[in-house]
């Protein structure tokens, strides 16, 4: 007789399915083998009957279902969406990450400020150059301050010019608007832009305000050639709310940042990291340079986020 009655009844020893009595009568899964014409049974009619229960219990469906579903969280997970959102063909940019070394790229908020002076220097001390994400209205309160930016060859981006949810989030044209006041004050103060324009979302553009719209911004933007970028780590120095009842503010931010750093070092995000700190925190003055030392000794290199791998696609 042939083995065919067999099958049937096999399924019920087979890891893949939890209830046994589904396996037969429904398919869902595709890579459970078909009851009625299992490949394995139909090839041995004439040669060594024998050795076909070996391929029967087919290795391949235990592998299949279960290492599937944990591919995709970690990577996603670090990448915010505005790094992800510019998914055109990547053209040349200059030496992402070269020899898949390390990268950090330091950005400042909600300045310019009297503390950016201070910050200015310390980078100038370590030869480390950072990203600016600075609000219009500062720019005009500050213009020397702003220039200094430029000038001493870091990136100063768009914090947007009122840096007012209320404002920026009533539509995405007047999120554009308040872009195109920032670039008017830039003007001002710097005598010119900084080529194309970076932006980042007051809040970051995961915000409940910034949420509805959002979609309509980045279109926008694409559109005028700007390009947007969140953080995926930072020292938490402007959110410390309660936690530093029992711990002072300057080691809390550094204990912020080595949870936020050593996440990220032993993660496959690790190889760029947009670090987000505000130069508008007397604190992050004081912690910058224990920062800055610590990154040096984990090996990585300092970068502005013109040079991130996402500018350019």
Known sequence: ARPTARPTEKPTAVPVTAAPTAVPTAAPDPTTPVPTEPPATELPATPEPTAEP???????????PTPEP??????EK??????????AEPTP????????????????????????????????RYGVKATFFTVGYFV?????????????????????????????????????NDVHQWEAAVIRACGRLPGRVCVR??????????????????????????????????DNDKWPAGNTDN?????????????????????????????????????????????????????YEFRTLDQHPDWNR
């Open 140 to 176: 005009d309160r500050y213009p020397a301050i702003a220039a200094q930016i430029m000038d001493r060859g870091h990136l100063i981006a768009c914090h947007t010019y009122s840096h007012d949810p209320n404002t920026c989030y009533a539509s995405a044209q007047a999120f554009m």
């Open 247 to 299: 711990l002072p503010i300057d080691e809390y931010l550094w204990q912020s940042y080595l949870t936020s750093i050593n996440w990220h070092q032993n993660s496959a995000s690790g190889a760029q990291v947009i670090f987000l700190s505000h130069d508008t925190e007397d604190a992050t003055v004081r912690v910058l340079p224990r920062i800055i030392e610590d990154l040096i000794a984990r090996g």
């Open 93 to 124: 940019t200059p030496t992402p990450n070269p020899g898949g070394r390390r990268t950090i790229y330091l950005t400042f908020d909600d300045g310019p400020c009297a503390n950016t002076r201070q910050v200015l220097d310390i980078l100038d």
């Open 54 to 64: 070996t391929p029967e219990p087919t290795a391949e469906p235990t592998p299949e």
């Open 201 to 234: 979302f007051p809040g970051g553009s995961t915000t409940a305000s910034a949420r509805n719209v959002r979609d309509q911004i980045f279109r926008l933007l694409r559109e005028g050639g700007y390009r947007w970028f969140d953080w995926t780590a930072g």
């Open 70 to 75: 944990e591919t995709g969280s970690p990577s």
């Open 78 to 87: 670090v990448t915010p969406e505005p790094t992800a959102v510019p998914t």
